[in-house]
């Protein structure tokens, strides 16, 4: 079992990190929240070219075929840089689902999907501005039509009801679709809380208090290493389950996998808050977007309530 990325890996991800960088994310990130998608779909074409949209997707259909490891590496990246969209959906969940050609508009970023999955996904993300609509009804795939737009803690999460249509295919592979899209979802937690340890360690060194940084304080530094822990445990979990994607313990890696990031970022956006102070709830600071996007992604795909009971039972 290997768990460091390989030298492929790491260049993919610096890749998604450098177009990532150089492109006003929070400005994207504040119009896809308008309703404005433009320019969150330039994004996402954008990293189509890069090969981000075909990771999952078979080679038949010109995708890369890539592995679990391979796409919770570059969710983490995502997650980081808070990528608004259904990128969970389309690229980890949606591959698992169909075998079909409307996957190559998939590998090559021309069709954008979105998926309801009851009971645990109960609302479909971004249904208005997708190609394709799945909804998933024991081992049936139907068809879905949005319904009433709901509201959300981060409001870049654009979820509606789902009311289920006709019937497109049945699939075998449910459980192991929706442990990806988990697992998925607990990579992008992992960069978000990185992300919010990343800024908060070199706010706690710019901001001065009785004529020395903060990061200067022990108490400030036992918080800071205290996420810096938290997160360091949880990615052996991500990655360790993503390496064991189709292994008898699948679900229950996944779900502890889950848990663990979700513990780990929420730590982070309490600390992030609590180390910036008021500066983290204006409009102008980015702080405040992942502090609603952790909160949000804490419930997508499994809550923490769900995946620690289905931990529990499989250990037992």
Do not use: C
């Amino acid at each position: 079992m290997k768990f460091l990325p390989s030298r492929e890996q790491t260049d993919f991800a610096e890749s998604v990190d450098h177009l990532l960088a150089a492109i006003d994310l929070p400005a994207v990130i504040h119009a896809w929240s308008a309703g404005e998608h433009g320019p969150g779909l330039k994004v996402w074409r954008r990293l189509a070219e890069l090969g981000v949209t075909a990771l999952s997707v078979p080679e038949r259909y010109d995708g890369l075929g890539a592995t679990a490891v391979d796409l919770v590496i570059t969710f983490e990246r995502l997650g980081y840089h808070a990528v608004p969209g259904p990128w969970v959906e389309t690229v980890a969940v949606l591959p698992a689902l169909l075998d079909d050609e409307v996957l190559y508009g998939v590998s090559t970023g021309e069709t954008v999907a979105s998926i309801a999955a009851p009971p645990e996904v109960p609302y479909a993300l971004d249904a208005d501005i997708a190609d394709l609509r799945v909804f998933v009804r024991g081992h049936d795939l139907h068809v879905f039509t949005p319904g009433n737009a709901l509201s959300s803690v981060d409001e870049s999460r654009r979820l509606f009801e789902a009311e289920p249509g006709d019937q497109i295919g049945t699939t075998e592979d449910v459980s192991y679709a929706f442990d990806l899209g988990a697992l998925a979802t607990a990579a992008q937690l992992l960069g978000a809380g990185q992300w919010l340890l990343d800024t908060s360690v070199s706010y706690a060194l710019q901001r001065h208090q009785y004529g020395r940084p903060i990061g200067q304080y022990q108490s400030i530094k036992h918080l800071l290493a205290d996420v810096a822990t938290k997160l360091e445990l949880a990615r052996p979990l991500v990655h360790g389950a993503a390496v064991a994607e189709r292994s008898a313990t699948r679900s229950r890696d996944v779900s502890a996998a889950k848990v663990a990031a979700a513990d780990a970022a929420y730590l982070a956006a309490r600390t992030g808050l609590q180390v910036h102070g008021a500066i983290g709830y204006t409009a102008e600071h980015p702080l405040g977007l992942r502090l609603t996007k952790v909160r949000a992604l804490l419930g997508a795909w499994g809550t923490p309530a769900f995946h620690r009971a289905r931990l529990l039972r499989e250990l037992a």
